[in-house]
């Protein structure tokens, strides 16, 4: 359907001023917020005047203050012929916001849907479209889903402007490009995408481009639906772009020639081209000193492991390679698993679905009983479960320790990944022991190898191996040492900082000898 | 298009993989029997094996079942066969559980059985993965099956009680070396064909242990470790005391830390008394020579260590007769060292590893003289010196004899 609207002629506008309103209000059937005030003003040729706008899009102060008035008192003693008389019009539209001319019904129903107030005249094809767009946005709030304990409590909101004037004020270079497109047939979003000259990647600027209007589709509600459209690797379970709600690191990912992408309508900003280990990263680890960060870091990485594989371990050496543990350790598991009816796998499966029933039903759970949900999950399906002899108490603690593991992970869809692929490598475990999941894991890397983010390969500072990149990986380096931005994603412009950064005592002044 | 039959191709090959093996050798915690020791004799022209199983509820402390129930933390199973295998597998006609001997810790073996010979035994553990090489081994006089049987005091696990003390005894005493199965192997296919293993005994009535026994404070019986037992060719030869033993750990050089207690004079003429010196430090260096047709060995041993109590009329700030204490702690070990040798001197056992040092520097000569390799052992001149440093003698450099005197 959007095709066979793309093929529709643009009807030019009427000299009548009754003809465009009539074609107005019939565009506009059934729309109960479009505005159409009609005005004469009492001169020479008694000239028929109508604004169009849609209510609540609009700022009706400024309508009403910067832009009516001065139009009625300009309009009131005009006397100038008809072209003056346009100009004059779009003179004082000026007053409210930028203009636009607008010349057929098209790109003025565009206009006015953009929350642009529309002033028709009598006599003209042509009408003044003049930014007043303005209405109520959700504040701007602290980030709900990447908090820190030290640095900017600033989130995006769902209004494009305020995200990208929270970027242009952290990042104040003249370098910094944001491009703007209309995607959607139907939702018209606003997409504005935003690098810094020099310092991203060119080609990768002109691909994302590319992908970006190759999109047509009816809507994007989200982020999200560009991602899917644009991002590499369609099928996989793992995320090629980046996503986040803090303007601090979005600012840091332009810094080192990441290309963002904000979509109206959603605080969630997305940054390509992205390695895996980007998603190990807090944007703190740069606030904190490097000693702290670097620990969390290798925390991060220590609980992504045992997120994915802690209960496909446990199923495989409790099922098949006993004689690893220690005489100790497996008999308290025998004696804890004395009773149980069902087999460590089935066992270990019941108990991750649980968790994620319970994980689901605390995310859609109204605030007020969220409370009721962990009660629920901890005592009634933890405890008794235990004491009603069905669970074992080994298998509790590992799958609340996968389960705690897995929110360590600082990008909430990469964890979610994990949780997936978790499940395969359970199945693993049961059926082929460590063998399994030793296959299991050989697989991972080789997807992960074959992966691309918009031609930087997924596993980059390590496969390729690129020794300069590994200063922020595992590690955090302290910032004096970070001289140069990431090989393979930055474009020409390299250098980060000045060579001798690493603060030192100060030098006695020898000329004052 | 997603589910094409191209894509879905790998995904169904995968699926008949997992679906295929079906958990092949998967075994379930609770379908395990928990060997911690192992106990084997012969009897009957048969071996007997007596296993001694872990009770899981019994054992583990903690466990939420909420059952604490009161029954031994072990329960024991002995069954034959004509071969070691074949009495394994005859579990399987008794035993509601499989036997899983991966964490066995304690083999011991009855002295019928160390005489019958142990090449099938280090056979069926080097040929079979379940098994580990690294299990304890003793020898023991009493019944083995009983002393599996016993319990211990503060050890719930016995198997596990059994290892940590061999383990523990090397470490601090070193009168018994810890021997494990592959231990055992390498030194009995060794130039020598001899090897050493502990012994494992029961003091007291010798009657198989009871939870009501561990009510009092004293048991009828009890696990003690004993003498040296000496192999040749995997078969039982003789045995040796602690003291020759620790002779023995002298000149092989295995000793960690020991405990020596030796007569002091404290520097007069006259009545002696008894001191103890604990080495902390010890190397010997064996170097071999040949002397007119005679092999001589020389053995250089060093030994650091302190004092640690003495009833003599000490008086360490004196270096003359720190050198008199040295000397007579010297004497002993010289005296333990001859004692452990001439133990095996007379039984004829190379134990101490003399062939692989003949080996090694007379590698011609090996080729000739190693099936007589024992009546060449036994005309070997075995000459060990002894030099003895006392680092320290704790907090009081005068005994308490000479300050009472004073």
């Not at chain 1, 309508?265 to 000193?289: C, H, I, K, M, N």
């Not at chain 1, 390679?321 to 497996?330: A, F, R, S, Y």
């Not at chain 2, 075994?27 to 395990?32: C, Q, R, V, Y």
């Not at chain 2, 020596?260 to 520097?267: L, R, T, Y």
Request: with cysteine.
């Amino acid at each position: 359907m959007g095709q066979k609207h793309r093929e529709k002629m643009p009807q030019p506008l009427s000299l009548h001023l009754e003809d465009n309103l009539a074609s107005l209000r019939a565009a506009a059937d059934k729309r109960s917020d479009m505005v159409i005030r009609s005005f004469h003003v009492p001169t020479v040729n008694q000239m028929e005047y109508a604004l169009v706008y849609i209510e609540g899009l609009v700022d009706l102060t400024s309508i009403n203050e910067s832009l009516l008035r001065p139009l009625m008192s300009v309009l009131s003693v005009h006397d100038g012929d008809s072209a003056e008389r346009f100009a004059a019009i779009q003179n004082c539209a000026s007053a409210a916001g930028p203009t636009v001319i607008v010349e057929d019904m098209e790109s003025l129903w565009q206009q006015i849907m953009q929350g642009d107030t529309v002033i028709l005249a009598q006599g003209y094809r042509q009408a003044v479209a003049s930014g007043t767009s303005g209405g109520e946005w959700r504040s701007i709030a602290e980030p709900t889903t990447q908090n820190v304990i030290r640095g900017p409590k600033e989130a995006f909101t769902e209004s494009l402007r305020t995200n990208t004037s929270m970027i242009s004020r952290r990042l104040k270079s003249p370098n910094l490009r944001i491009q703007n497109k209309i995607i959607g047939e139907q939702t018209q979003t606003s997409v504005s995408v935003l690098y810094l000259e020099g310092i991203a990647d060119d080609s990768v600027v002109h691909e994302i481009q590319r992908r970006l209007d190759r999109i047509q589709i009816d809507g994007i509600l989200e982020g999200g639906y560009i991602e899917e459209l644009i991002g590499d690797a369609a099928l996989s379970p793992f995320p090629t772009m980046f996503n986040t709600e803090r303007p601090d690191a979005v600012t840091a990912g332009l810094l080192e020639g990441q290309i963002a992408i904000v979509v109206d309508g959603s605080p969630f900003v997305l940054l390509a081209p992205v390695t895996f280990f980007a998603f190990f990263e807090s944007s703190e680890d740069y606030y904190q000193r490097f000693y702290i960060a670097s620990f969390l870091r290798l925390l991060r990485f220590g609980a992504f492991f045992i997120s994915l594989l802690l209960p496909s371990l446990y199923i495989a050496v409790t099922t098949y390679h006993q004689e690893m543990l220690p005489t100790t350790l497996l008999v308290s598991l025998v004696a804890q698993r004395e009773g149980v009816p069902l087999p460590a796998l089935i066992e270990a499966f019941l108990m991750e679905i649980t968790f994620e029933v319970l994980r689901e039903a605390g995310v859609r759970m109204p605030k007020a009983i969220g409370s009721a949900i962990s009660i629920v999950g901890a005592l009634v399906l933890g405890q008794a479960a235990v004491e009603a002899g069905l669970i074992s108490a080994a298998m509790v603690i590992i799958v609340s320790f996968t389960a705690i593991s897995n929110f360590v992970i600082p990008s909430p869809n990469l964890s979610v990944t994990v949780g997936l692929i978790r499940f395969t490598m359970m199945l693993l475990g049961g059926t082929l022991g460590l063998y399994g999941v030793m296959v299991g894991l050989m697989l991972l890397c080789i997807h992960l190898a074959s992966l691309r983010s918009f031609g930087v390969p997924y596993l980059m500072p390590v496969a390729p191996l690129i020794w300069s990149n590994l200063k922020d990986v595992f590690i955090r380096f302290p910032l004096w040492s970070m001289r140069t931005r990431p090989d393979g994603i930055a474009g020409k412009n390299r250098i980060r900082q000045k060579k001798t950064l690493k603060p030192q005592p100060p030098q006695p002044n020898p000329g004052k000898e | 298009m997603l589910l094409s039959p191209q894509r879905m191709k790998p995904i169904f090959a995968f699926m008949i993989c997992i679906c295929l093996c079906g958990c092949w050798s998967r075994k379930e915690l609770t379908d395990l029997a928990i060997v911690s020791a192992t106990g084997v004799d012969r009897k009957d022209n048969q071996w007997e094996l007596t296993y001694q199983l872990v009770t899981p509820a019994a054992s583990a402390s903690g466990t939420s079942g909420g059952n604490a129930s009161s029954g031994p933390p072990i329960s024991v199973l002995s069954i034959q066969g004509d071969t070691l295998r074949k009495a394994f597998a005859n579990n399987e006609l008794e035993n509601t559980r499989q036997l899983h001997i991966g964490n066995n810790r304690v083999f011991v073996i009855g002295d019928a059985a160390a005489k019958y010979g142990l090449n099938s035994l280090i056979d069926t553990y080097l040929r079979n993965p379940q098994a580990r090489e690294t299990v304890s081994l003793f020898v023991t006089k009493n019944n083995p099956r009983i002393v599996v049987s016993q319990l211990m005091y503060l050890e719930k696990n016995t198997g596990e009680g059994i290892h940590k003390l061999i383990e523990k005894e090397t470490q601090n005493t070193s009168i018994l070396p810890k021997v494990n199965m592959f231990d055992l192997a390498t030194e009995s296919a060794g130039a020598s064909k001899c090897a050493v293993i502990p012994e494992l005994r029961i003091s007291g009535k010798g009657e198989p242990g009871s939870t009501k026994a561990l009510e009092n404070t004293t048991t009828a019986s009890k696990l003690k470790l004993g003498g040296l037992a000496i192999l040749n060719k995997g078969k039982l030869v003789g045995w040796l005391n602690q003291k020759e033993a620790l002779g023995i750990a002298f000149i092989r050089n295995r000793v960690n830390r020991a405990v020596i207690s030796f007569e002091f004079s404290g520097g007069k003429e006259g009545d002696k008394a008894k001191s103890t010196f604990e080495v902390s430090d010890t190397t010997t260096r064996l170097k071999m020579k040949r002397k007119e047709g005679r092999i001589i060995v020389t053995a250089n041993i060093k030994a650091k260590g302190m004092i640690t109590d003495t009833g003599s009329q000490l008086d360490a700030i004196d270096p003359k007769v720190v050198r008199e204490l040295e000397q007579g702690v010297g004497d002993e070990l010289l005296r333990i060292v001859l004692e452990g040798w001439h133990a095996i001197h007379g039984l004829r056992t190379d134990v101490v590893g003399f062939a692989d040092l003949f080996h090694r520097k007379y590698p011609r000569d090996w080729q000739e003289i190693k099936e007589d390799w024992a009546v060449a052992f036994a005309g070997i001149e075995f000459q060990p010196s002894v030099e003895v440093t006392v680092e320290r003698v704790g907090l009081i450099n005068q005994s308490y004899q000479k300050l009472l005197e004073e």
